[in-house]
């Protein structure tokens, strides 16, 4: 049986354009929970047609028909969220990096060691962020491997992809919550990805399926490992080229001040591999000898690659850009927690243009909301602080540049949050737009009343008060609607969350 979607659908392409089709078609194989096949423009009258051109009826088929403020899109991606940390939301607004992970995190953290506080705190927590459409997320847990492997069973067992690493940390942390040594760290690390690599099969689907959720590797930041960590986590790395890795990069000027103290150049060893040609230059290695930078001491150690994700990026120098690029790696723009602790506004516009993939992370509890529509909403205003401080700098944007030093555009805040959480993650063929051969992961949205929402002014009362626009076309009252999700949206509007063409979350699951 082939579950067929038919109404408004929205899909990114590109960092500048995406499709919003009125009237579309589109078909999700329950034995592989991928998208068939999709029909762009189908009129009411030429359902049947449709269908009978893939050999269907309407018989043969389950249909979702979606109403006029409804529509259909990929899922959010949120790459950088603190799963142990969802407890202390909207907690330590005072503080900034520093002072926040000592009076606020690791105290909540801590309490991870138990798997049964565990279990019942990650059983809440991953219902929020599917409730509020991220349909995959890179969590962080704690430094406990028990408590690390209860996340990742209870993410596989409601269905979410995921990647999910334990933190490893062997220094500058409080006594209470440490890791005894670089040993411990790699052994425990080593036996949370067997454990994630041994899971089942997602149920319901055919065999040889893709495992929803994956290892990652995961030092927390460069303060809390030693040298002989970093250097251990980087062999295990160059062991396995398919294992993600995840980290903290240019936060916080305080932070960025502490790690340089505690890895002078001279500390460091070559990178195992010399930095590619990037557009006819070649890179230039951190190394003994050359400008130290933060990203250069992962770089150092052989983490900095085409499937990491490095998360903030406020601060970072030239120098650091250069390597970020030649390796392939991507940025977690998180722009909650960048106001939220005083950060700083990373300069998402500039990354782009320089070639460099990012996407959007909640960073919770940093970030006071585990919803990729507050990032998208805090991007938006991050970019326009940026070019507010370039104009009062009389900084003009570079010639041929498309985003430096301006606001992001709709499309371009929907590509981070969809399409470009895939490719940080290293998963566009698979994720982050609808089309045939990618999985349905994707939401049903709706901006009516009936939502329950009162800061999105519903469709239908448009109509009801004769205020809807005529001259309008289809196409772009649809983007419209676009705009109004991404700005006043919250989950009331989320209706239903698919994964892999299963039914997961949303208000209307009742599972």
Sequence with gaps: MTTVFYGALITPTSLTEYRALPHALLAVSRDTGDIAWVEDDVPAGSLQDALARHGLTTEDVDIVELKLGEFLMPGFIDTHIHAPQVPNIGSG???????????????????????????????????????????????????????TTVLADVIHAYGQRAFVGK???????????????????????????????ALPPPAGLAPGTAPLVRPVLTPRFAISCSHELLGKLGQLAAADPDLHIQTHVSENAGEIAFTAELFPPESLPDPPRPLPTVNGATGKSQGKKGKWTYAGVYDAFGLVRENTILAHAVHLEDEEVEIIKARGAGISHCPTSNFNLRSGCARVGMLLDRGIKVSLGTDVSGGFSPSILAAVQHASMCSKVVAMDAARASRAPPPGSRFTDRQLPIATLLYLATLGGAEVC?????????APGKAFDALVVSVRSDAGNPATWGVDMDLELGVRDGGKSEEVELESFLERFLFCGDDRNIRRVYVQGRFIGGKEFSG
């Excluded at 290293?426 to 609808?434: H, K, N, Q, T, Y």
């Design 93 to 147: 607004q005072q503080y900034e990096l520093l002072d926040w992970l000592e009076h606020v995190t690791f105290p909540m953290e801590s309490r991870f060691s138990d798997p049964n506080f565990a279990r019942r705190a990650y059983t809440s927590v991953i219902k929020r962020t599917i409730d509020y459409g991220s349909t995959t997320c890179c969590y962080y847990g704690t430094l406990h491997l028990e408590g």
């Design 426 to 434: 290293d998963l566009r063929p698979r994720v982050g737009a609808l």
């Design 167 to 197: 933190c490893n940390m062997d220094r500058n942390s409080p006594k209470y919550y440490v890791e005894p040594s670089a040993d411990a760290s790699i052994a425990a690390t080593r036996a949370l990805i067997s454990h994630i690599r």
